[in-house]
């Protein structure tokens, strides 16, 4: 019989000073963790950072989770203020954009300009979201969270998260499906 360690019990572990406890919470919530920070900053490089940054705090501070049963509640948490605090530091830099010329590491000139343009797109519709919306639908449908998952991750009704999930997708559509570029991609498929 296989038996799933509960993160309440990794998290005690943890606590013990049992490291690969905490690399197990890691491998857990990482993607989960990613998914919100990208949600929060609207930057891939962004979302690492605070990433990475959240579960340094997570360890340092794990003996305040109060229920380590809830640990990734607790976690989500400290990636949503640890991404908020960064692009609150970011907004305070102004950065030079990058030149036009600047090596790739794409390959193709034409699918990765359709790519790249279809990235910028999908995520500036994705910035348009409220943050809540934008975090289920990248939970939901970037990471393959259950609505139940995500209620009890971002301890919300389930139904709110559908609805959030819903308004959030038909938001995007009407968003994208209007842009020709999507088109001439559906063309092609």
């Not at 606590?15 to 690399?23: I, K, L, P, S, T």
């Not at 790249?116 to 519709?125: D, I, V």
Request: aromatic share 4%.
């Amino acid at each position: 019989m296989i038996r799933t360690t509960t993160d309440g019990e990794l998290v005690r572990r943890a606590r013990a000073g049992e490291g690969r406890a905490f690399g197990e919470l890691i491998g857990r919530y990482q993607r989960a963790a990613f998914a919100v920070a990208l949600a929060v900053t609207g930057s891939r490089e962004d979302a690492e950072d605070a990433t990475q940054e959240s579960f340094l705090v997570a360890l340092e501070h794990l003996e305040d989770c109060r229920s380590p049963e809830r640990f990734g509640g607790w976690l989500m948490t400290i990636v949503r203020n640890r991404s908020r605090n960064l692009v609150r530091r970011e907004a305070l830099r102004q950065t030079d954009p990058i030149p036009i010329g600047a090596r790739s590491r794409r390959r193709g000139p034409d699918g990765d300009t359709e790519t790249a343009e279809l990235r910028r797109r999908l995520e500036q519709a994705l910035r348009g979201l409220p943050e809540v919306q934008r975090e289920i639908v990248l939970l939901h449908d970037l990471e393959g969270w259950k609505h139940r998952e995500i209620a009890e991750r971002l301890e919300l009704p389930p139904g709110t998260v559908r609805s959030h999930l819903h308004f959030a997708r038909k938001a995007l559509r009407a968003e994208l499906d209007g842009e020709q570029w999507i088109q001439s991609i559906r063309e092609r498929a």
